[in-house]
């Protein structure tokens, strides 16, 4: 089992722009969260995906959106790219939505925003 | 309400001793405590987590003491070793609310 895997590792755009970043779960989980980790902060809690639908959101802007596909893959999309959009984006997977089940977390993806 | 503060920032400790996180929180709605190992690199991992009607919590090295009245709980490595070294994270959750509200994290560097 892979685990949790993200692509990709790196990346680096200018502001305005636009980036997808991809996650892939766990075997045998079907819900996805996602995180945004600035630079020696804690993670902030971005949303969740769970049978295809965001269950849950975090204090982010509508610049930020996802999709879960029928697989439980899912895609995080940053648009109109900010300064303040560089940081860690960390995914990860579960087996439902509970909090208190176990999540298991990929390695990230580092965003650099010039 | 929803904020997790987490101390040291940063802790060193000779090999063989005791690290000690602590961590705080405000909202007593909050009924699941886990604690996160991130190593460079790497996504956190789950390292142990406690519910309040408990008040410790010990996986091998590692125990959670929780002090519900105080609204505190904290992280206890035992015989601390250099393959310790990494970054802690505390977290919080409950009230109907499916996120975690995560500390700030706390650089443990080990001594050899």
């Known amino acids: 089992d892979a685990g949790v895997t993200q692509s990709p590792t790196h990346l680096i755009k200018t502001r305005g722009q636009q980036v997808t970043l991809r996650c892939s779960p766990k075997?045998?989980?079907?819900?996805v969260s996602w995180y945004q980790q600035a630079l020696g902060q804690g993670p902030q809690f971005i949303f969740q995906?769970?049978?295809?639908?965001?269950?849950q959101r975090g204090n982010f802007p509508d610049r930020f959106s996802g999709h879960q596909f029928p697989n439980y893959s899912s895609e995080l999309n940053v648009n109109a790219l900010l300064l303040g959009d560089s940081a860690l984006y960390l995914c990860?997977?579960?087996?439902?939505?509970?909090?208190?089940?176990?999540?298991?977390f990929g390695p990230g993806t580092r965003l650099t925003v010039l | 309400q929803q904020q997790v503060k987490q101390s040291p920032q940063s802790l060193i400790v000779q090999k063989g001793g005791i690290s000690i996180i602590n961590c705080a929180y405000e909202n007593t709605a909050f009924d699941y405590f886990p604690w996160y190992q991130q190593f460079p690199g790497k996504g956190p991992a789950l390292l142990i987590a406690i519910r309040p009607d408990v008040s410790e919590k010990k996986e091998g090295r590692f125990t959670i003491s929780f002090n519900k009245s105080a609204k505190q709980f904290s992280l206890h490595i035992m015989d601390s070793q250099p393959g310790d070294s990494a970054t802690y994270f505390c977290?919080?959750?409950?009230?109907?609310?499916?996120?975690?509200?995560w500390g700030a994290g706390t650089k443990l560097i080990i001594k050899p």
């Open positions: 995906y769970y049978e295809e639908e965001e269950r």
């Open positions: 075997s045998g989980h079907d819900t």
């Open positions: 990860a997977s579960s087996w439902g939505y509970w909090v208190y089940n176990e999540q298991f």
């Open positions: 977290a919080a959750s409950g009230d109907s609310n499916y996120q975690l509200i």
